[in-house]
């Protein structure tokens, strides 16, 4: 199995995973302390799709619009569509990275040096993966 695969498979994995979370809080099964609750309104849209909060959703959707924005430049200028995937398996795979990353420290339970393994495998994963797509084997 290649590594787009296999990151492909976990980025769809990390999705999964957080429907299903959301789909569990939603219910009120199991309520935390100080949850939200998952209404979706215009002010949480962010907050709610990266599990950021306090200005860093914004900041993420600075980078998002900027990096689109390049990409779609940068593909203009070298006529390959290859720049516009490769932005969008990205903001795939860290979105739901970040949003994972967000549920799996509630609670406290995980430390934080258990996640920044998984982090760096992640990164190394990524990396993989965008050579891939860049020599044409995915």
């Known amino acids: 199995m290649s590594f787009f695969r296999t990151a492909l498979y976990i980025a769809m994995g990390m999705i999964l ?7 569990i809080f939603s219910t009120g099964a199991f309520p935390l302390e100080g949850n939200p609750g998952m209404e979706l309104t215009e002010d949480n849209a962010l907050n709610k ?14 980078g998002t619009t900027l990096s689109a924005l390049a990409s779609i430049g940068l593909a203009i200028l070298l006529r390959v569509i290859t720049p516009i995937g490769i932005w969008m398996f990205g903001e795939v795979f860290w979105t739901s990275w970040i949003r994972t ?12 040096e258990f996640l920044a393994i998984f982090f760096i495998g992640m990164m190394f994963l990524f990396i993989a993966v965008i050579i891939g797509m860049l020599v044409g084997r995915p």
């Open 17 to 23: 995973f957080n429907v299903i979370i959301g789909w």
């Open 49 to 62: 799709l990266t599990g950021l909060t306090g200005g860093m959703e914004y900041i993420w959707l600075a």
């Open 101 to 112: 990353n967000s549920v799996l420290s509630m609670g406290g339970f995980l430390p934080d």
